[in-house]
């Protein structure tokens, strides 16, 4: 499988991103360290969704902990993605449970959220893989990486700030 994998100590999260972007990149960017596993999915560049492995910090749960989704709501949604052969984004914007717009900023806040947990690590490693499943192709929300790292680093300098 191509990609590239190494230490968030050679390449950060901000090159990372700018890399995924200026070369048109499609895959998935796995970044790990000893407590969290996070992951991003991009087509052509574009930003598609994130997520987290741990339970109550994935995408579906950062919809129900944000009052956006009922927990019953996301177990069916969920289940009627896979059923449909859609991503469980691709099912809310379609089926209108979320208006697009709505689900683009929830999407640019989670990952925002997960870079800048990122930049906080002191240590973590990263892989990069050039595949991404079929269902994720078609996802009707694509946005800018470049934004939202900007937004992630100025917030996380701002923290840095409060504590100094």
Known sequence: MKGIKGQLSSLSITDLMQWIDMNKKTGVLFVSSDTQNVCFCFEEGRLLMSSCKEKGARFGDFMV?????????????????????????GHMVESKLVPSEFMKVSIEHLAEKYIMEILAWEEGSFQFVEDLPKVLLESPIKLGINFITFEAVRKHDEVLKGKG
């Not at 969920?78 to 859609?86: H, I, N, P, Q, T």
Request: glycine share 12%.
């Open 65 to 89: 902990s944000e009052g956006y989704l009922p927990p019953d709501k996301m177990k069916s949604v969920l289940k009627a993605g896979v059923s449909e052969g859609r991503s469980f984004i």
